[in-house]
């Protein structure tokens, strides 16, 4: 059924589909909707029910279109409905759509990643969770130990051990950062400050031969965009080397979006260390679930069947999805990159110059085409007089934003027919799609709305 159809015209009370819609959701759903953020509850508001998306359009069920800014939180690359996608997509379906045994496409879609990341070994899954999830407990299984260390304002899925809060003091185990999580699961999670050296130094001083594992994104995008100083992922590399930890480098978010080879930046390559595990998943699932973890050789050994350490699931390396991603890979080349750049730096500087004109304190920070806005005074920054090119460098920085200036900014923006994600605290993700009535139209859109944000900073 189509959904434009599928929503009453409008409920008494009720001025919109979505509005209609949402308060169905809410009878039957928490909060209505499938994943947190989707509910508005950081910006107010009635969410967006989507009825199609094209391109870099996105047009709700009431027929108002908007400019994608959030593609997905990351997967869409190439933009909505990409037709080469969609031609695989449709091939894939009409050939069944799962099996539960092996296809060649599983294959293909490993060789592709192998080819481009440093990985040599790969298992496919369904999200990002699951993967981040699965290379925690290989990298337990594999050295035998228990601790593992990571970074406040860093989200690698809704993990148990990994919804940890910080302790009281830096080198104390870790409290749950949510209700349901049990103590017993975060007990043996270590939470330090992003970009933080001497932090990282003093846990594996005291902790270092129990720690199986340091995770961490390659460029965190979830606490908005918070790039790694120079080196600061090389230095965790060395430091897991010489404690005998693996490194496992979350690359969910940043993998392939970023660059063509999969991996945020070069440092890798540049100062010779790879990660011993990586994961990936939103761009490599061509907006399907599939995810999929993988790394040094010898630690993927120890996975089930060809170790002892346990990871299945159903619907892994899903033939739909695997075409969905195989398709959005190999469609991912240079000029892509170079297009995602080119959108990037025009709203970028469409949104500083906006900001700046209408006096509301900003600091927008990006890792390639990634990037975020911080409605913040980088005055009010602990560290602006160490890192000027990206003062927000830990989860404390990135918690000055005003989260009620960007609420208004949101609203105005949505109002001018762009969809910006609904949180302070998240990156804007662009596609290759979006073309220059797309870009103009953000670019039109941001100076009234810094202005409304002006209106209700309190910074
Ligand atoms: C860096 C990172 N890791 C893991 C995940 C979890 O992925 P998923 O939502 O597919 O479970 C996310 C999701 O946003 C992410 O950004």
Known sequence: MDPSTAAPAAAPGLATRSEALFERARAVTPGGVNSPVRAFNAVGGTPRFIASAEGPWLTDVDGNTYVDLICSWGPMLLGHAHPEVVTAVNAAVSRGTSYGTPTENEVALVEEIVARTPVERLRLVSSGTEATMSAIRLARGFTGRDVVVKFAGCYHGHVDSLLAAAGSGLTTFSIPGTPGVPESSTALTLVLPYNDRAAVTEVFREYGDRIACL????????????????????????????????????????????????????????????????????????????????????????????????????????????????????????????????VADAIRQGAADAFTAAGVPHVIQSTGSMFSVFLTEPSRLASSHLSPSAPVRDFADASTTDAAAYGAFFHAMLDRGVHLPPSAYEAWFVSAAHDDRAVQTVLDALPKAATAAAAAGVN
């Open 215 to 342: 995770v961490t994104e390659a460029a965190p995008g979830n606490m908005g965009v918070v790039p790694p100083e120079p080196g600061f992922n090389a230095f965790l590399a060395e430091t897991c080397r010489a404690h005998g930890a693996l490194f496992v480098s979350d690359e969910v978010m940043t993998g392939f979006r970023v660059s063509r080879s999969g991996q945020w930046g070069t440092d890798g390559a540049v100062e010779g260390w790879v990660p011993d595990l990586m994961t990936f998943g939103k761009v490599m699932g061509g907006g399907f679930p599939a995810a999929a973890f993988g790394g040094r050789a010898d630690v993927m050994a120890c996975l089930a069947p060809e170790g002892p350490v346990y990871q299945a699931g159903t619907l892994s390396g899903n033939p739909v999805a695997t075409a969905a991603g195989l398709a959005t890979l190999r469609l991912a080349t240079d000029d892509v990159y170079a297009r995602l750049d080119e």
